[in-house]
């Protein structure tokens, strides 16, 4: 099975309702998108990487209550594999961030009032949905476009026209508001 | 441990979860707190012996309202916080609601009444233990949303800490209203307030700290 948003969020919802095999299929498609994500945002041994994926598994379970069916399930849990990595940053100093730390921080104070100025989750409801998901995934969850692509099952070519069409669409949308 | 092994451990506890699962778990945690302040609230501050008299008038009912109305707009907050995806928080402008309706009242107050008596409405009997008061009841509250958020998932520790705060102080005013016989909106809207965001500086304070998980 492809390890798409609409395949995990309904093994996700499955877990919820008490099916333990979706729940177990769903943490094992967890597995290597948790190891892309980390590995390509923080530099240490493979063990340790492997503890931040272990780390994130047991907060997706224990925490599982605090998925809201109506939202999308990649957004939570990359919010949770973010989470854990800054607080991995802090208590084990032997994973480095590769981007600035201060910036990861800083980023995550500015985000909510950035969005909330620009309101991008209406903007993105007038974009058809392919290229809604994949702006989506890249650049407001902080996917690379391989990972997205992977998550969708679709090409990398096809991730990177989405974003680029929708952006454009987007830019065109916003200057023709202004006018 | 190996990662397989893991995952198949994890996999033999999967209890449903039914969709109002955070709210339940902070409706309990604030529940189970605010019975603690209000059995301190009775035995050791004491019940304001006019509450029969004062729930037919109006001025209990303002600031019943008030403070409860708050109540609700900081769990409304909370409950958006204790999710990991809390970007953006939605309906945080109608805890302005209460603030600018009980203002509009103030002013009522201060212009029916004449300017000399103003301090002596604004002070009160109590204002000097009233905030402190708020605050001691709110901790109790503030406990059990502590627990609360055991299982829940914050991302943005010191907003969580933050809204948990209010909501705890605000839960903890609510009750104060059956010991405090003050009356005025102006007293309320300083000296309630106050205490309410005592509690709430504390949670921003403390949130990092302990809502870590």
């Known amino acids: 099975m492809r390890a798409d948003e609409d395949a995990l969020r309904g093994l996700m919802i499955g877990g919820l309702d008490g099916d333990a095999a979706a729940h177990a299929a769903l943490l094992r498609l967890l597995v290597p998108l948790l190891r892309g994500f980390y590995r390509r945002r923080a530099s240490g041994s493979d063990d340790d990487i492997e503890d931040l994926v272990q780390e994130t598994l047991i907060a997706v379970h224990t925490r599982r209550a605090t998925y809201d069916r109506e939202r ?8 949770i594999a973010r989470y854990k990595m800054v607080d991995h940053f802090r208590r084990v100093r032997r994973l480095h961030p590769i981007d600035g730390l201060e910036e990861l921080l800083v980023a995550d104070d500015f985000e909510p009032a950035a969005s909330a100025r620009l309101d991008v989750e209406d903007l993105l409801a007038a974009l058809p949905s392919k290229q809604a998901r994949m702006i989506r995934a890249t650049r407001l969850h902080g996917l690379s476009i391989a990972e997205a692509a992977e998550a969708d099952g679709i090409g990398e070519s096809d991730v990177k026209v989405s974003v680029h069409r929708g952006l454009k669409a987007l830019v065109a949308r916003i200057q023709g508001g202004v006018r | 441990m190996n990662t397989d092994d893991l995952i198949s451990q994890l996999s033999q506890d999967v209890p449903p979860v039914s969709r109002g699962a955070v709210g339940w778990r902070l409706a309990i945690g604030i529940g189970l707190g605010a019975l603690v302040s209000m059995l301190a609230v009775v035995l050791a501050l004491g019940i304001r012996p006019d509450l029969g008299l004062a729930m037919r008038g109006p001025t209990f009912w303002m600031k019943w309202g008030y403070t409860a109305s708050i109540a609700l707009a900081a769990l409304v907050m909370t409950t958006q916080l204790a999710r990991p995806d809390s970007n953006r928080l939605r309906w945080s402008w109608i805890l302005a609601v209460p603030v600018l309706l009980l203002t509009g009242l103030g002013v009522a107050e201060l212009a029916r009444t004449p300017p000399g008596k103003w301090l002596a409405m604004w ?18 509250i503030f406990v059990g949303l502590l627990w609360s958020f055991r299982r829940l998932a914050p991302t943005r520790l010191r907003a969580a800490g933050a809204a948990a705060g209010l909501a705890a102080g605000a839960f903890a005013a609510t009750v104060y209203c059956l010991h405090c016989p003050e009356v005025s909106a102006i007293f309320v809207l300083t000296w309630y307030s106050l205490g309410i965001l005592l509690a709430a500086s504390l949670g921003a304070l403390l949130g990092p700290r302990l809502l870590r998980w």
Not at chain 1, 72 to 79: I, M, N
Not at chain 2, 127 to 133: E, G, Q
């Open chain 1, 72 to 79: 999308a399930f990649t957004a939570w849990l990359f919010a």
């Open chain 2, 123 to 140: 002070l009160g009997h109590s204002w000097l233990v009233c905030p402190w008061l708020v605050l001691a009841l709110a901790m109790p």
